[in-house]
């Protein structure tokens, strides 16, 4: 019996550094910023009059505040492209698409406070359509 459940934990191991190995290995192809490949997250912002706008940062994949407070209660469809090349100065954006989905982002506070805890907001993200990289 100890063999058996022996055997099932080295499978399990070899699964979890196999996943590992290949999520390595599709980092390495696709690029990154910095070597100059093309970003691994989808470059999306999201605005919401009366709270600072957040995009998402390309190398993590996470919503983040948008500290340089560059605009708020984007109206026009002008305006979000002029905020997409402006928080992704890397990216040549072409244009933008709202999303059909929402997504929910956590903690997004109003303007002027610093914590909300446990506050969800649900909104239609923009995608910031990038057709390469500046050089």
Not at 14 to 24: D, H, K, R, T, V
Not at 49 to 58: A, I, Q, T
Request: aromatic share 6%; with cysteine.
């Amino acid at each position: 019996e100890r063999e058996r459940e022996a055997d099932r934990m080295d499978e399990r191991c070899l699964c979890l550094y196999l996943c590992l190995f290949i999520e390595l290995i599709a980092g390495e192809v696709s690029g990154s910023r910095e070597s100059g490949g093309f970003p691994r997250a989808e470059p999306r912002i999201a605005a919401v009059c009366g709270k600072p706008n957040m995009f998402v940062d390309v190398r993590s994949g996470r919503w983040v505040i948008d500290s340089a407070k560059n605009r708020s209660c984007l109206n026009s469809t002008q305006e979000i492209l002029q905020y997409c090349t402006q928080v992704y100065p890397d990216l040549q954006i072409s244009g933008v698409i709202e999303s059909k989905q929402p997504v929910k982002i956590n903690n997004w506070c109003k303007n002027g406070k610093k914590k909300c805890p446990g506050h969800v907001q649900l909104v239609l993200p923009y995608h910031c359509l990038a057709t390469s990289m500046k050089n």
